[in-house]
């Protein structure tokens, strides 16, 4: 079986724990772009007394248009993830695309991330769960779109029987016709119930697809993430910008960076009501 709790650096992540947030800009702009925000991050972990894992892509590989700007790629992008957490001391998390990203990542990413797009791609499974194991790290899978949330047993199966078992699962919304994610909240137990803790990807589901780029709704971000933690996930993913109108990716989904903390906040409280109800229930 998986492990429940995860450990992440020195963060417990799960069953009877408070919230793990993964959180950043969704595309690296540039080194003093990354530490600024990283920076902010870490003040506002410490002042909440959180659990907070920086995030942020080296390369958008599934960019609607060839001309959108992608990252700067695996080896400048893990140079700017590592000294974030030289710097900072936050863990960091990014995701791979293909299985030859996996060994350079995992040295420097304590989660390495499996994009939803990707996550039946066996050979990109067993080589982030691989080289994750060898440095104590962990795999988070984001659930494809296409599948319903108990396939993601198969999954987790194929992490564990590739040599890691500390496994994280992604609830981003399942597709619903043509342009819009629907957020089925009876999803987080169905997924936990293979074993994985659960986290919720609050900006990604407010996703708009389609069109020249994709659009989003990020004022639904912190509705939906309420829903998410009420409903029993075990962490929240959340993309965040000083400017998100002027990101170079996914602006539309983005918390401006001066407004997270009172979100953090609001989920923080409503975990401690959920563990509360939980153990007067017995169960998390």
Same mark, same amino acid.
């Given at each position: 079986?998986?492990?429940?709790? $995860?450990?992440?650096?020195?963060?417990?992540?799960?069953?009877?724990?408070?919230?793990?947030?993964?959180?950043?800009?969704?595309?690296?702009?540039?080194?003093? &772009?990354?530490?600024?925000?990283?920076?902010?991050?870490?003040?506002?972990?410490?002042?909440?007394?959180?659990?907070?894992?920086?995030?942020?892509?080296?390369?958008?590989?599934?960019?609607?248009?060839?001309?959108?700007?992608?990252?700067?790629?695996?080896? #400048?992008?893990?140079?700017?993830?590592?000294?974030?957490?030289?710097q900072t001391g936050l863990q960091v998390t990014t995701d791979i695309h293909e299985p030859s990203q996996a060994a350079a990542a995992a040295?420097?990413?304590?989660?390495?991330?499996?994009p939803a797009f990707l996550a039946r791609q066996t050979d990109l499974i067993q080589a982030v769960s691989e080289e994750t194991a060898k440095?104590?790290?962990?795999?988070?899978?984001?659930?494809?779109? &296409?599948?319903?949330? !108990?396939?993601?047993?198969?999954?987790? #199966?194929?992490?564990? !029987?590739?040599?890691?078992?500390?496994?994280?699962?992604?609830?981003?919304?399942?597709?619903?016709?043509?342009? #819009?994610? %629907?957020?089925?909240?009876?999803?987080?137990?169905?997924?936990?119930?293979?074993?994985?803790?659960?986290?919720?990807?609050?900006?990604?589901? %407010?996703?708009?697809?389609?069109?020249?780029?994709?659009?989003?709704?990020?004022?639904?971000?912190?509705? %939906?993430?309420?829903?998410?933690?009420?409903?029993?996930?075990?962490? $929240?993913?959340?993309?965040?910008?000083?400017?998100?109108?002027?990101?170079?990716?996914?602006?539309?989904?983005?918390?401006?960076?001066?407004?997270?903390?009172?979100?953090? #906040?609001?989920?923080?409280?409503?975990?401690?009501?959920?563990?509360?109800?939980?153990?007067?229930?017995?169960?998390?």
């Amino acid at each position: 079986m998986p492990a429940d709790p $995860v450990s992440v650096g020195a963060f417990q992540c799960g069953t009877g724990h408070p919230l793990l947030f993964i959180a950043g800009p969704c595309v690296i702009e540039g080194e003093e &772009f990354i530490l600024d925000v990283a920076k902010r991050l870490a003040d506002l972990a410490d002042e909440l007394g959180i659990a907070l894992v920086f995030k942020s892509s080296f390369d958008k590989a599934n960019r609607t248009s060839i001309h959108s700007y992608r990252g700067p790629g695996l080896e #400048r992008g893990l140079e700017i993830l590592a000294r974030v957490t030289e710097q900072t001391g936050l863990q960091v998390t990014t995701d791979i695309h293909e299985p030859s990203q996996a060994a350079a990542a995992a040295k420097v990413c304590r989660i390495l991330q499996i994009p939803a797009f990707l996550a039946r791609q066996t050979d990109l499974i067993q080589a982030v769960s691989e080289e994750t194991a060898k440095h104590g790290g962990v795999v988070n899978v984001k659930k494809p779109q &296409f599948i319903a949330p !108990e396939d993601t047993v198969h999954i987790v #199966r194929k992490c564990e !029987e590739s040599g890691n078992s500390s496994i994280l699962l992604t609830e981003r919304g399942t597709k619903f016709g043509y342009g #819009r994610l %629907v957020n089925d909240m009876r999803a987080i137990p169905v997924m936990h119930a293979t074993g994985a803790p659960v986290i919720f990807d609050a900006t990604h589901s %407010v996703q708009l697809p389609g069109g020249a780029t994709t659009s989003g709704q990020r004022d639904m971000v912190p509705i %939906v993430a309420r829903a998410a933690v009420a409903a029993g996930c075990h962490g $929240v993913f959340i993309e965040t910008h000083p400017d998100p109108d002027k990101a170079m990716s996914d602006g539309p989904n983005m918390i401006p960076l001066d407004q997270i903390g009172t979100l953090l #906040r609001q989920l923080t409280k409503l975990r401690q009501v959920v563990l509360e109800f939980g153990q007067s229930a017995g169960s998390d």
